[in-house]
């Protein structure tokens, strides 16, 4: 959508005509959205959604499916995990900060295990086993993973480890086209649709309407270049994404960003944000971005990560984003995997394998010496490295970064380094504030009247870090909230 389509908010006074009408009026409708929508309706509100593309599902059914989740609920205990709200939030307030929003993140524990059973009361699969092995997700229909490093150095210490990524089952998956995302979406919709929940498609949302106090009552919109005013009886739940895709507010707020591929979807520009500005709305971490690293867990766990100066500078067993956030932010995105020959080839024949993510080596060496004089590394830099690495490593030990024993094995030769400078893409955490009842609140600290948010539009409990899941997470738990802040309005 274009900057110069103005976002500034319109008076009720000028609209002649509300070309559509409901109680609640949701912009959006992927995960966020769709449980808005859902617990709207339930509250007894009629709910009209309005949707950007031609189908529901958003960047939630392209994605993974991991929505995170514990404190204890039905499928942790099924696979033999204990956990604790309190658990729960100490690993989050520890892994997603910092600046990490100590409310949002106590409620969200505290009200985990319910709204995973809320899900599965939905519809949403969740198969009660446990996949084990280091990957970006389970390659098989397996319910629950490790998905934040939670039993990685230095989380296992500050936290009793316990996975908490919950994965809808889902057969003969295809990441970014029909994965767990997807089965995710499918009987929250379905849900919703059984609610009486309409939706309108190709329909772009252009800013809000207010009445003579302020108060948020509609949104103009548009469909096929036509302009099209939407009134909401009680309430506007916005729900349309973050602004990854928005070159000058990555410019103005996440700079880092620039020139990274967006692990997001185009439709992610940021206008509810610049809606909500436009009313004066406070935001909180816009600088804050989850940054993926493409490369296959099952080789770099394997191996060690090493920087432009041959010096390894995080545990390569620990959650990817993790490892991304460190490479980008604090390795000026420089990293190289030195892995031996036979280490390599048993991470590529594992069957938790991730082959789109499978780097092949650049430099092959018969020694370490000669690996780094082909890398161009200073002289004795790896060899130092890798001397260290290798003495701990006889007793299956890493005092220097922690990585588990399992994983710790001396480097041998044939050594080869797969070149992973710039490997690195994401996505922006930053967004409106907002309430644990979901209300978008004023610089001012009040909430705007009848406005609400969830999702990546939104600062929800992530802020400098990211475990997966958090997103699917708090974004339909949030989403909740916003339906049943909106529909207990009394109608205008």
């Not at 449980?35 to 007894?44: D, K, L, V, W």
């Not at 307030?93 to 106590?106: N, Q, S, V, Y």
């Not at 080596?361 to 020694?367: F, N, Q, R, S």
């Not at 220097?400 to 955490?429: H, Q, S």
């Amino acid at each position: 959508m274009s900057e110069s389509s103005p976002v500034h908010p319109r008076s009720a006074n000028t609209i002649a005509t509300w070309d559509r009408e409901a109680d609640v009026v949701v912009a959006g409708y992927g995960i966020a959205g769709v449980t808005a929508a859902i617990e709207s309706a339930r509250a007894g509100a009629e709910v009209l959604v309005l949707e950007r593309t031609s189908g529901w599902g958003g960047a939630a059914a392209l994605a993974g499916g991991f929505v995170y989740l514990g404190g204890g609920t039905p499928l942790q205990t099924a696979c033999g995990f204990e956990d604790s709200p309190e658990n729960m939030r100490k690993f989050m307030m520890a892994a997603l900060g910092p600046g990490a929003d100590e409310e949002k993140i106590t409620d969200y524990c505290n009200g985990s295990v319910e709204h995973y059973n809320w899900l599965v009361d939905c519809g949403v699969p969740f198969k009660a086993t446990f996949w084990s092995e280091p990957g970006w997700e389970p390659p098989f229909d397996d319910g629950l993973m490790y998905s934040g490093g939670e039993n990685a150095a230095p989380f296992d210490e500050i936290a009793t480890p316990a996975p908490r990524g919950h994965v809808p089952q889902m057969e003969n998956k295809r990441t970014g086209e029909k994965g767990g995302g997807y089965m995710l979406m499918q009987p929250l919709v379905d849900t919703a649709e059984k609610l009486g929940v309409k939706a309108e498609y190709d329909v772009r949302v252009q800013t809000l309407v207010t009445d003579e106090h302020g108060r948020v009552v509609g949104i103009v919109a548009k469909r096929y270049g036509k302009e099209i005013a939407v009134k909401a009886r009680r309430g506007v739940v916005l729900a349309t994404g973050s602004f990854a895709y928005n070159d000058r507010m990555i410019e103005s707020y996440a700079p880092r960003m620039i020139g990274r591929p967006g692990a997001a979807i185009e439709e992610h520009d940021g206008r509810s944000i610049r809606m909500a500005q436009a009313l004066g709305a406070d935001l909180a971490h816009m600088d804050a971005t989850e940054v993926a690293f493409l490369c296959d867990p099952q080789l770099m766990v394997r191996g060690i990560l090493v920087n432009g100066r041959g010096q390894r500078y995080i545990a390569e067993d620990t959650y990817s984003g993790r490892i991304g956030q460190a490479t980008l932010f604090r390795q000026d995105n420089q990293a190289y995997l030195v892995i031996d020959e036979a280490a390599y080839e048993e991470g590529a024949a594992g069957t938790s394998s991730t082959p789109f993510l499978r780097q092949r080596p650049k430099w092959v060496a018969e020694t370490v010496e000669e690996l780094e004089a082909d890398m161009g590394l200073p002289a004795g830099s790896l060899q130092a490295t890798v001397e260290v690495y290798n003495k701990h490593a006889a007793e299956s030990a890493d005092p220097l970064l922690r990585k588990k024993p399992e994983w710790v094995k001396p480097i041998g030769t044939p050594v080869a380094a797969v070149d992973l400078r710039g490997m690195t893409l994401g996505f922006t955490l930053g967004g409106l504030r907002t309430t644990i009842d979901s209300e978008v609140l004023h610089v001012s600290g009040e909430p705007i009247a009848g406005l609400y948010a969830a999702g990546r539009c939104t600062s929800g409990v992530c802020a400098g870090g990211y475990a997966s899941g958090t997103s699917l997470g708090d974004g339909s738990f949030y989403g909740r909230r916003a339906g049943i802040s909106a529909a207990k309005n009394t109608p205008q």
